[in-house]
């Protein structure tokens, strides 16, 4: 049935020109006073050395400019489940070799469990590890026999691993939730993971832990990161001249850009900061024994080190 053009009103040009104008000046308002908003927030941290101003920006590299690592100073404060299960969704979504997700993540909310695991408390805990267990139950129910046991097999789990637990810092920062990635788990007895969670002997390496929450206090500053020279590399691998040296030495040992550990180590009695790491950081397990260590033992255990048969 055809319809009649009494049936469609004609728009009044006045009318429709008033309304475009109205929410023209309504959006511009909202994104002055977004903008005014986010200035006098403070969210956004200041430029490190050496940024280019006309650099492009958004607010991802906001975020990913504004993270910082937290040591342990968390408060006492669950996260909010919405926010949990989104930053578990967003971790998975991580790149992986061959899509195949050779991890698995272990929630842990208890604080007397995260401080058994890592010897830090956050409001969640989330335990990373190279795994390959569920790739192998999917195998066996299909009749195939499928054992990643090389180097290789270990090397692509951890990439997989890290790059998921990278992702999930990512999205926690984006929603207000700060973080600490540790390795604190593989210090001490770390036979403790496996009786603690229950994991599987074999084919599941706990790589790092992921402590979320929400600070106690802002920290003092943000740890600053060497970007130029000896780090990124054009076309091919640079080897550094004796003058590219001493100049990152200066940027270690300038208070200002914050990339020491610990500031005190001028008051400790050293020269500079890089005689401080290798001598009393570095220094302290800088010493190759006969005996094989503990995480070898447990990667052979797991099944990740190919052994020579005799």
């Known amino acids: 049935m055809k319809s009649s053009r009494r049936d469609t009103p004609t728009p009044d040009p006045i ?24 200035r006098g927030s403070g969210a956004e941290p200041a430029r490190s050395e050496g940024t280019d101003a006309t650099a492009p920006t958004n607010d991802t590299l906001k975020t990913i400019r504004s993270l910082r690592t937290i040591h342990g100073n968390f408060l006492d404060q669950p996260l909010p489940e919405p926010a949990l299960q989104a930053i578990l969704r967003a971790s998975v979504r991580a790149a992986g070799a061959s899509n195949n997700q050779s991890y698995a993540i272990i929630v842990v909310k ?12 956050g409001s969640c805990l989330l335990l990373y590890c190279a795994d390959y267990n569920r790739m192998k139950a999917s195998a066996a129910a299909l009749g195939y026999a499928y054992e990643p046991g090389t180097v290789v097999d270990f090397v692509t789990a951890s990439i997989n691993t890290l790059l998921a ?32 969670l229950d994991l599987p002997q074999t084919h599941c390496f706990p790589m790092i832990a992921l402590v979320l929450g929400y600070p106690t206090e802002e920290p ?91």
């Open 15 to 38: 009318s429709s020109r008033r309304s475009f104008l109205k929410q023209t000046a309504l959006a511009g308002s909202s994104l002055l006073f977004l903008s005014a908003s986010s």
């Open 220 to 310: 003092p500053h943000q740890k600053g990161r060497l970007e130029g020279v000896g780090v990124i590399h054009h076309d091919k691998y640079h080897r550094l001249t004796r003058e590219e040296v001493e100049e990152i030495n200066r940027q270690y040992d300038d208070k200002d850009r914050h990339i020491a550990l610990v500031e005190d180590w001028a008051a400790q009695g050293y020269q500079h900061y890089l005689d401080w790491y290798f001598k009393a950081w570095v220094g302290r397990n800088n010493r190759p024994g006969a005996e094989e260590t503990q995480m070898l033992r447990l990667l052979k255990r797991s099944g990740f080190v190919e052994l020579q048969k005799g």
């Open 165 to 196: 637990a990278q992702t999930a810092v990512i999205a926690a920062k984006s929603l207000g939730i700060d973080s600490l990635l540790t390795n604190g788990i593989h210090r001490g007895d770390m036979d403790r993971l496996w009786k603690l």
């Open 110 to 121: 208890d604080r007397k469990m995260m401080a058994d695991l890592c010897g830090y408390r």
